[in-house]
């Protein structure tokens, strides 16, 4: 089976703009989370899908946002940029809700100027 | 609320020598423990996991075990090698049945030859 991709994976953006990164899921994986991973803070969880509904929620700004398709893949969006947005965004799909095991892709490092 | 403390790195270690890497958590009722190990340039990789008191998870010669009365799971290894080099996060996953990750700060081990 294909892992989860992410695209693009890398990105350029300027202060105020927007961006979207997508993340196709390992077929048959309903479940799709997505994380900000910074040298300040770290791995921090964003937000999870499952089966086209937002099931939890980190603490983050409206700002981000993110919706599943009816294929699993799912989209975040960040409005506004700031330059604290720069970092790598890590999606990560598992078969069902709840599962123990979460497998990640490889990245969008999104880089704000 | 929940939380991973994990031992700062960086850790250098010649090959063939003993690792250890601490972690200790804070949470409500019995959470899932990880440990993820990140190669440069990769997303996460999930290593091994423990799901409940005293299970020990195992996986490349890597283990771990929970240890509920001193709320750890410390990494182990008997001999590293040049490939182990990499960072490894520790991370929980709580029973309220949604995917998000709690994760430690992250650990870079460096093994020379």
């Known amino acids: 089976k294909a892992g989860v991709t992410q695209t693009p994976r890398y990105l350029i953006k300027t202060r105020g703009q927007q961006v979207t990164l997508s993340c196709s899921p390992i077929?048959?994986?309903?479940?799709v989370s997505w994380y900000q991973q910074t040298p300040g803070q770290g791995l921090q969880f964003l937000f999870e899908?499952?089966?086209?509904?937002?099931?939890n929620k980190g603490n983050f700004p409206g700002r981000f946002s993110g919706r599943q398709f009816s294929n699993s893949r799912s989209e975040m969006n960040v409005s506004t940029l700031e330059l604290g947005d720069s970092a790598l965004y890590l999606c990560a799909s598992s078969p069902v809700a709840a599962a123990d095991t979460q497998y990640f892709g490889p990245g969008t490092r999104l880089t704000v100027l | 609320g929940n939380s991973v403390t994990q031992m700062e790195g960086p850790v250098t270690l010649s090959e063939e020598a003993f690792l250890t890497i601490n972690c200790t958590y804070t949470a409500t009722g019995y959470p899932s423990l990880f440990w993820y190990v990140q190669y440069p340039g990769e997303g996460l990789q999930l290593l091994l996991k423990?799901?409940?008191?005293?299970d020990k998870g195992s996986n490349k010669g890597f283990e771990a075990t929970y240890r509920k009365e001193t709320t750890s799971f410390h990494l182990e290894k008997g001999s590293v090698q040049v490939s182990d080099s990499a960072v490894y996060f520790c991370a929980l996953r709580t029973q309220t049945g949604a995917n998000n990750l709690f994760f430690g700060t992250g650990t870079r081990l460096t093994v020379i030859p």
């Open positions: 423990a799901t409940k008191a005293d």
């Open positions: 077929s048959g994986h309903r479940s």
């Open positions: 899908y499952f089966s086209e509904t937002q099931r």
